[in-house]
């Protein structure tokens, strides 16, 4: 059973890095081989990884960086200043993907890759063509005039058409289809592995903002059963729980900001996880 201790660090007046430890409840271990993973609950690439540790077992020290007011510090862990980093061993990683598969490498803990090596074929083929369903939903979500991570000003729902609505509509009957192929919840079935853990805060934030923003018959396609089969899954587990910001919270900073990629520990507490 797993519980989460918050000492919050000051880093100078206006910046607070908050670390969490996870614990071992009925032992009291502590953080396992000195890992520490640098985050922000907002940031979805982050979320992959924050997932994959809780779902792989493992114990780490986990820093909250606010990247509205990056602490000075973290650029010696990061020059590029952006999160998740993971430091491990005396490695430095700094890409989600390549971090969830180093924990899936490098931790006991139950496995997140398939059994055998065709599912394992197709569980690399679906963890490469993530970023494409990304790309679509950032173009179907998002005010052209404004960047790619922008969410439409103004008054909302907003009425699309186009071929980001085409691409993107696309994108999801696939998501089903696929989902449906093993028999759900997940994607490869009963079974959750990286390739879940990839998509989730994705599709999470997609389905949470689309039908917020965007006026169109393609939200209805959140709103399958496949698709919702699994969300409800993912949202059940602890590791979500323990690391997603509320879904109310959430929506409403993203009507505040107007941004997918907006920082906001107000709307993000750490202290106030999902019930």
């Known amino acids: 059973m797993r519980g989460i201790v918050y000492n919050p660090v000051k880093t100078s007046k206006r910046s607070t890095a908050v670390m969490v430890k996870h614990e071992d409840a009925a032992t009291g ?11 922000h609950t907002l940031c979805p690439y982050a979320h992959r990884v924050a997932l994959t540790l809780i779902e792989k077992g493992v114990q780490a020290e986990t820093i909250h960086i606010d990247l509205s007011n990056k602490p000075a510090w973290y650029r010696k862990v990061n020059p590029r200043g952006l999160v998740p980093a993971l430091v491990h061993g005396g490695k430095t990683l700094t890409e989600s993907l390549d971090l969830c598969q180093y924990v899936e490498e490098q931790f006991p803990g139950p496995a997140l890759v398939p059994a055998t090596t065709e599912e394992r074929r197709e569980a690399e083929r679906l963890i490469g063509r993530c970023d494409q369903f990304v790309s679509a939903g950032l173009q179907f979500l998002s005010d ?4 790619s991570w922008s969410l439409p000003g103004g008054q909302i729902p907003v009425k699309k058409t186009g071929s980001e609505v085409t691409a993107f509509e696309r994108e999801l009957v696939w998501l089903e289809e696929t989902l449906q192929r093993h028999g759900g919840p997940f994607f490869m079935g009963v079974k959750i592995t ?82």
């Open 144 to 147: 052209p005039s404004s960047g």
């Open 29 to 39: 271990q502590g953080m396992q081989d000195n890992v520490k993973f640098y985050t």
């Open 194 to 275: 990286l390739v879940d853990l990839v998509y989730f805060p994705f599709v999470d934030r997609f389905a949470l903002a689309g039908p917020a923003f965007v006026d169109s018959s393609v939200c209805a396609l959140f709103g399958r059963g496949a698709l919702q089969m699994f969300l409800k899954g993912i949202r059940e587990r602890d590791s979500y729980r323990l690391t997603s910001a509320a879904p109310s919270d959430h929506l409403a900073g993203l009507k505040k900001y107007r941004s997918l990629d907006y920082f906001d520990y107000v709307s993000a507490s750490m202290e106030r996880p999902c019930p």
